[in-house]
């Protein structure tokens, strides 16, 4: 194999993935966050027909694996819908932005639980309004202390939306397929796909770690 067949495997099989794999992450990380801050406000509403149906939420797709929950949402879901079809790339999309934010929902609980109810107190005792109090005071110091478990999920979930595979987002394994028909070789190539997700994923785990050292020090002042 020559440097330029490989260099144009070697981008035919990154495009694909950003193209993908890359693009389904962001979009239900984006999606999931803003959706589990709310699932979390639920979780801890003192009311129980808010509480209680959230909890079960949370609990049934946390216990469920992400195959079985994309496997609902591509074949089920469309079936409760009188049949209609339903695109595999958006399929995905719903089933990893649902599974994520339960999980995403847990993390920004247990942030906001971190804050001790003193300062609440002390904040509407100076005469904030109580939405400025979880503005300004409660979810900025509780974002800092639950990112770095968001972004180690997010990591997850990168390495989850390879599931899609199942449903019928192949566009990965697709174009490993093609590249192996002329090549002839799969080892080779299989590695190299290998390689591409370890060093996606080795780039961002540095980065979440960076993200943890910041966060303690900022925690710490």
């Known amino acids: 194999m020559t440097l330029s067949q490989f260099l144009s495997n070697l981008y035919a099989l990154c495009w694909a993935l950003f193209k993908y794999n890359v693009t389904l992450t962001f979009l239900a990380v984006l999606f999931a966050f803003p959706?589990?801050?709310?699932?979390?406000?639920?979780?801890?509403?003192?009311?129980?027909?808010?509480?209680?149906?959230?909890?079960?939420?949370?609990?049934?797709?946390?216990?469920?694996?992400?195959?079985?929950?994309?496997?609902?949402?591509?074949?089920?879901f469309p079936m409760l819908l009188g049949g209609a079809s339903v695109n595999v790339f958006y399929a995905a999309l719903i089933a990893l932005t649902a599974f994520e934010a339960a999980y995403f929902a847990?993390?920004?609980?247990?942030?906001?639980?971190?804050?001790?109810?003193?300062?609440?107190?002390a904040a509407l005792a100076t005469g904030l309004k109580s939405w400025h109090v979880?503005?300004?005071?409660?979810?900025?110091?509780?974002?800092?202390?639950?990112?770095?478990?968001?972004?180690?999920?997010?990591?997850?979930?990168?390495?989850?939306?390879?599931?899609?595979s199942v449903i019928g987002l192949r566009e990965v394994v697709r174009m490993t397929g093609i590249i192996n028909a002329v090549q002839v070789r799969p080892i080779w190539l299989y590695s190299m796909l290998?390689?591409?997700?370890?060093?996606?994923?080795?780039?961002?785990?540095?980065?979440?770690?960076?993200?943890?050292?910041?966060?303690?020090?900022?925690?710490?002042?």
């Not at 149906?53 to 929950?69: E, G, H, K």
């Not at 370890?198 to 979440?208: A, D, E, G, Y």
Request: proline fraction near 3%; glycine fraction near 2%; charged fraction near 15%.
């Open 134 to 164: 979880s503005l300004y005071i409660i979810w900025p110091q509780a974002v800092r202390r639950m990112l770095p478990s968001l972004l180690t999920q997010s990591i997850i979930a990168f390495q989850d939306s390879t599931l899609a």
């Open 106 to 121: 847990e993390f920004i609980r247990a942030g906001l639980q971190s804050i001790h109810k003193d300062q609440r107190t």
């Open 35 to 76: 959706i589990a801050s709310f699932l979390a406000l639920g979780r801890l509403s003192r009311y129980r027909a808010v509480r209680y149906p959230i909890t079960a939420y949370i609990n049934i797709v946390r216990s469920s694996p992400l195959l079985m929950v994309m496997f609902w949402t591509y074949y089920t």
């Open 194 to 221: 290998a390689g591409i997700y370890l060093c996606l994923c080795f780039v961002i785990s540095r980065f979440v770690r960076r993200v943890e050292r910041s966060t303690v020090d900022l925690l710490s002042v």
